[in-house]
Structure formats: C-alpha cells, structure tokens
C-alpha cells in the first residue's frame, strides 16, 4: 500500500523556520519524483517545489525561491522541504506527493499524502 506522510508543520513567527518532511513506503522511492504543493483557504493547489528521482533536479516557485530548499534521502525513504523566511503568505496546507514525472502540475502526480498545516503568524 503506498503511503505518504507529512509531518513537521505548525505555527511560526514570520521569519522563522519549519522543516517538512514526507516519510514513504509501499514503492520505490528511488523510481519517483516527489513534490511539495500548498493550499490556502479559498484557493487552488498550487506547486511549492519538487525533485527528481535521484535529486538532480529541483525546481521552486518563484515565491519561494531562495527561501525554500528540497531534498531528499532514498535510504530513509523521505523527502525533506525546508523552509526559512517564511511569511503569513505561506500559510496553507502543505502536500507531498509522488509521481513519475518531476514537474510543479499537480496532475502529473499519482499518490498524496494528507497534508500538514503550516500557519505563519504573530
């Protein structure tokens, strides 16, 4: 059975730091891109970062460029998103998911997790 799982989030000053982590099982982790993706109150999912299969490739919004860092450790089967700098605009839901594909289209990804709350407030 394919499992994501997010842990990590909570509520943060502005400034501050979180770091996201996706634990997997059920598949083969090395085989699969995964990506982080967000949803606020009132709006659509929209993609954070993701990462290929073996980690060469990563790519981030352009909101969170420079603040947001992916990565990835096969052997613990996990999926890392740490966030610095955050602000009150980076509340929302925070998703992982795995696919075949390393892209920011959450369409292009099989399997989610159930997401985990990151609120950025005074």
């Known amino acids: 059975q394919v499992q994501l799982v997010e842990s990590g989030g909570g509520l943060v000053q502005p400034g501050g730091s979180l770091r996201l982590s996706c634990a997997t099982s059920?598949?083969?982790?090395?085989?699969?891109?995964i990506g982080w993706f967000r949803q606020a109150p009132g709006k659509e999912r929209e993609g954070v970062s993701c990462?290929?299969?073996?980690?060469?490739?990563?790519n981030y919004a352009d909101s969170v460029k420079g603040r947001f860092t992916i990565s990835r450790d096969n052997a613990k089967n996990t999926v890392y998103l740490q966030m610095n700098s955050l602000k009150p605009e980076d509340t929302a839901v925070y998703y992982c998911?795995?696919?075949?594909?390393?892209?920011?289209?959450?369409?292009?990804?099989?399997?989610w997790g159930q997401g985990t709350q990151v609120t950025v407030s005074s």
């Open positions: 059920g598949f083969t982790l090395d085989y699969s891109a």
């Open positions: 990462i290929s299969a073996r980690g060469g490739t990563t």
């Open positions: 998911a795995a696919g075949a594909t390393v892209t920011m289209n959450p369409r292009f990804y099989a399997y």
